[in-house]
């Protein structure tokens, strides 16, 4: 006698494959090119941030921070293979990066951000990171000059 139960599986089914990873989840390298060049759309008209970009271009500039959030997702390795480790604050000491200047910052990467229509949680997740990373870019008080080369970058600002 055969048994007529269907043959189901008793336990959670194997998975396919591994999860995507961040960067695949969004879509990719064209959700972080539309992130980055709304983002420098915002700069480029802006009084305060413009200046620290000594590039007339800012081409150079969005490669920059395109292959370094690409890479920090899970993207390729391309920031990494072509400039090393990030060191991001070491990288942002010679610029003032005033309260004022980040908040700059912040209200373009807002823009930016949700010009993508992400899922709340890939929004949460990156705006998370996008926000402690530009608190801790701060190196001086709004009007201040940015640490003179080789000073100590200081830990928190009175």
């Known amino acids: 006698m055969t048994d007529p139960r269907p043959n189901l599986p008793v336990g959670p089914a194997e998975p ?13 390298h064209a959700t972080f090119t539309a992130l980055v060049d709304r983002f420098y759309a915002g700069v480029a008209e802006d009084e305060l941030l413009r200046p620290m970009y000594p590039e007339e271009d800012l081409g150079p500039a969005k490669v920059r921070l395109q292959t370094f959030l690409e890479q920090y997702w899970g993207g390729p ?18 610029f003032p990066v005033s309260p004022a200047a980040r908040d700059a910052w912040l209200a373009h990467m807002r823009a930016a ?16 990171y ?4 530009a608190h801790s870019m ?6 201040g000059a940015a640490p003179m080369a080789g000073q100590q970058i200081p830990d928190r600002l009175s």
């Open 138 to 143: 701060v190196n001086t008080v709004d009007g």
């Open 16 to 28: 396919s494959g591994p999860a995507p990873s961040f960067f695949e989840a969004v879509g990719g």
């Open 130 to 133: 996008l926000e402690r990373a």
């Open 113 to 128: 951000v949700d010009s993508l229509e992400l899922s709340p949680l890939h929004e949460a997740t990156l705006w998370d």
């Open 77 to 94: 390795k391309t920031y990494g293979e072509q400039r090393g480790h990030p060191r991001l604050r070491m990288r942002h000491a010679p």
